[in-house]
């Protein structure tokens, strides 16, 4: 243990007697180390966003999604059947969705139709459906006079986006016709999103006399245990199945990204071709720094050739040219470990990965895997210059 920390020691000081030269070596490294970091954490941070777009379609992992198809469905009687089964389950999070029901809404300009979906409490929840300003259903706040509506950015621009919190409301016309409190606005999903839309909590709408034509489908959407999906699945349609006309037919499927390998392999992919793109640099700056070393191993040689006479072993003389390559390598990794920490942390890579709710933090993973990849190129770096010292012969070197 003694030689090891008194072979790096003595590294240490052939380093920073040799700083500018070392300098010059080790920027290369330590961009490249940089950059296979930052790879690694940008990778955690595309996946992040992937799960969450994903879930903003197919729901969280696990999501279960069940609906019906009959010739003549009776959805209330359906309705009442499958909150029996839930509650059987005890789901914490059920929600219906029928999606688009169109309405006719008064605005500022005239009457038109928008596209309204009627959902349950739950439904932001398995969906992580984020907010511009205000809230969901069902969190905390007044009690309010009409039922509440959440509308998208664009329908928000119609009315010149006003503030919430004064009571803004939307008139709609025919069967449900009259107001309903804004309490959130949705963000555009992509630049130029001009879609308008309504998110109504269904039980409002039937309260207020809304009717759904039989053909118009509901589906209901449930987040259970990842680790139950399987299991839940195939039991739940048969319950659902149970105690429904012959001719209804019952579909049950998972519709999270999880159930889709697909999303997996394209991040990995991703990962692996820009990680081979910034350990193809990383190589070639080791390949200069073989050369400098070498270079350097040759003006060092009849000061090695005075450590052989003063009976420094070969193995001696081995590693301490080698951790010098090492320890080098390791300190331009933890400044390129450090570059890359402060370069995620900037406004401008996080504005890349628009609407992602939940930052990831820094990730070990990525800064062990730059400290290894510099470890790893420091030991390859420094292998031959070593293996010169230990064959130089120690008269020759004396003479030199």
């Not at 070392?22 to 940008?42: D, H, M, R, W």
């Not at 008064?106 to 459906?129: C, F, G, K, M, N």
Request: no cysteine; net charge negative; charged share 20%.
């Amino acid at each position: 243990m003694s030689g090891l920390i008194g072979a790096l020691s003595e590294a240490w000081s052939e380093i920073r007697h040799h700083k500018l030269r070392v300098l010059l070596s080790l920027i290369g490294i330590a961009v490249s180390v940089g950059a296979i970091t930052a790879v690694v954490a940008l990778s955690e941070y595309q996946q992040q966003q992937m799960a969450e777009q994903s879930d903003r379609i197919g729901g969280r992992p696990a999501t279960i999604q069940f609906t019906a198809h009959g010739a003549t469905m009776d959805w209330k009687a359906f309705g009442a059947h499958v909150d029996r089964v839930a509650e059987r389950y005890d789901f914490s999070h059920l929600s219906r969705i029928v999606d688009p029901v169109m309405l006719p809404l008064q605005t500022p300009e005239q009457v038109r139709q928008v596209s309204t979906r009627l959902v349950d409490p739950a439904y932001p929840v398995i969906h992580r459906t984020p907010l511009l300003e205000g809230r969901w259903f069902g969190e905390a706040g007044a009690d309010l006079a009409s039922p509440p509506v959440v509308i998208s950015e664009s329908l928000w621009d119609v009315y010149g986006r006003p503030d919430l919190a004064s009571g803004f409301a939307l008139k709609l016309q025919g069967d449900v016709g009259g107001s309903y409190t804004v309490v959130g606005v949705t963000p555009r999903e992509y630049t130029g999103d001009e879609d308008k839309h309504v998110t109504m909590l269904y039980t409002d709408y039937t309260a207020r006399g809304g009717t759904l034509p039989a053909d118009m489908g509901i589906v209901w959407e449930t987040w259970v245990p990842e680790d139950m999906a399987a299991e839940i699945g195939p039991v739940l349609a048969a319950d659902l199945r149970a105690g429904v006309d012959d001719s209804v037919e019952v579909t049950v499927n998972r519709t999270d990204w999880a159930s889709r390998p697909d999303q997996a392999q394209f991040a990995q992919t991703f990962e692996l071709i820009t990680g081979g793109i910034a350990g193809l640099v990383l190589l070639l700056g080791g390949l200069g720094l073989v050369n400098i070393q070498l270079v350097a191993m040759r003006q060092r040689i009849r000061e090695i050739g005075v450590r052989r006479s003063f009976g420094a072993t070969g193995s001696r003389i081995f590693t301490s040219v080698m951790l010098e390559s090492v320890v080098a390598t390791a300190v331009a990794g933890v400044v390129g470990i450090a570059i890359a920490v402060a370069i995620l942390q900037a406004p401008f890579v996080l504005d890349m990965f628009q609407g992602m709710q939940d930052v990831p933090p820094f990730p070990m993973r990525a800064a062990v895997v730059g400290l290894v990849a510099a470890v790893a190129i420091g030991a390859l770096a420094g292998f031959i210059p070593a293996l010169v010292a230990v064959r130089s012969n120690v008269i020759d070197a004396l003479r030199f």
